[in-house]
């Protein structure tokens, strides 16, 4: 017979892989009845056909709005059948998922894996179910920033360049990940550089250089238009907060913001190199990261916020493992509110209001989030300056 320590062990594995198991198997089942239903993927079909038979692939920021690296990337899973295609992105999305946040583990020296993977899903995932359901690039967005952020912390430089690499095939948006991880990783810049002019240039093996030349400045327009959509739309980003009083940022105003943002979070990183081996370095990384994308970045929605969840997941779990455990109650809160509170405001007031309150409270829980990120660096390299600090002798400073 097992005795009651195993028996929570094997209870807490069950409960991570069901914690992943359930939901693959849900999403599967309504994907195969329903493939094109609630999906981000006609888009990207109809843009893997346009570039094949080198038509205009970009319609403005209602369309595509990805790299032209990111067609034949695509095309791996469009020559697919549709059912087939449909769910193996999704599969590739939610397993890069998994399996990072359980190699990120091995930096939090948790005391019991399963418990701490236990935790760490039920924190992130349900963040994560409505892109995965929908096939947003996002979610492989947000799975290759936790494998890379496992690699970084081990030093594997070059599979962390393959990791952002990826990410970057999967948005643009991966380009403040890449920025920060330069600042944050000495010597990394390099490599992160070579890996951004591989994705770059790899459109060209596989259609005529002037047609790819026509797509890139096409792709030019395409985001300079994302930044300003038009019209009284709002996003879930820093607008999102400020449409409570009535104020949004927009043209240089807006630019010049989220300037002064990216040069700020660059500089908390390059603080970071002071933390040498300390899990916080990586942890503080992928925290900055996933904020800059989502309050300073253009046309976030709230199920865009799969790429700040794995962070949100990893700190709690760090702080578990250091007892901090008011700090922990507020990442709780923070992961729960978001999950549950836009859609008890659509209950009561309707699914319209329900996502509008998403887009206000989604970001200003990352401001919160920003604020402990801030709390908790201060305190890691008052740490660490306190460890490297030339030790005193008692005797001769007594003389």
């Known amino acids: 017979m097992m005795n009651g320590k195993t028996n929570w062990r094997w209870n807490w594995r069950w409960l991570g ?25 006609p888009s990207y079909h109809e843009a893997v056909d346009n570039w094949w038979a080198q038509r205009s692939v970009y319609i403005g920021p209602a369309g595509f709005n990805y790299l032209p690296a990111f067609l034949p990337f695509f095309s791996l899973y469009s020559w697919l059948p549709l059912a087939v295609c449909e769910i193996l992105w999704r599969c590739t999305a939610l397993g890069g998922l998994g399996f990072g946040l359980w190699r990120c583990l091995d930096m939090l020296t948790a005391k019991d894996r399963w418990r701490a993977f236990a935790l760490v899903s039920a924190l992130s995932l349900p963040i994560c179910l409505s892109a995965l359901r929908n096939g947003q690039s996002s979610a ?8 890379a952020a496992w690699c970084l912390h081990r030093q594997r430089w070059w599979p962390a360049v393959a990791w952002l690499s990826l990410a970057l095939t999967c948005k643009p948006l991966a380009i403040p990940a890449i920025g920060l991880a330069m600042m944050a990783f000495p010597g ?11 994705v770059l240039v790899c459109p060209y093996f ?46 240089m105003i807006s630019l010049a913001v989220r300037v002064a943002a990216g040069a700020a979070l660059a500089v908390a990183c390059w603080q970071l190199r002071g933390l040498g081996t300390d899990s916080r ?4 990384w992928l925290g900055f990261t996933g904020i800059y994308i989502m309050l300073f970045t253009p046309m976030n929605e709230a199920n865009s916020y799969v790429m700040l969840a794995p962070a949100l997941g990893l700190w709690g779990e760090w702080l578990l493992e250091h007892d901090a455990r008011r700090s922990l109650r507020a990442i709780v809160a923070i992961c729960v509110s978001m999950m549950f509170l836009p859609d008890l405001v659509g209950l009561v007031l309707g699914k319209y209001n329900g996502n509008e309150f998403a887009k206000f409270w989604c970001p200003l829980m990352t401001l919160v989030f920003l604020v ?28």
């Open 17 to 41: 892989w069901a914690l992943w198991l359930i939901p693959l198997a849900a999403i599967a089942f309504l994907v195969v009845r329903h493939p094109l239903l609630r999906s981000m993927t």
């Open 206 to 251: 596989f259609a005529p250089p002037s047609y790819v030349n026509v797509v890139y400045a096409a792709f030019a327009g395409n985001i300079a238009a994302c930044f300003e959509p038009g019209g009284d739309r709002t996003f879930a980003d820093l607008n999102g907060v400020l449409m409570a009083v009535n104020f949004k940022l927009t043209g």
């Open 281 to 284: 370095r990586v942890l503080l």
């Open 140 to 147: 492989l967005l947000a799975a290759s920033l936790v494998l």
């Open 372 to 399: 402990m990120l801030a709390v908790q660096m201060r305190a890691a390299l008052a740490e660490s300056r306190r460890r490297d600090a030339p030790q005193t002798n008692p005797l001769r400073a007594a003389s």
């Open 188 to 198: 990394f810049w390099w490599r992160a550089a070579i890996g951004a002019g591989l």
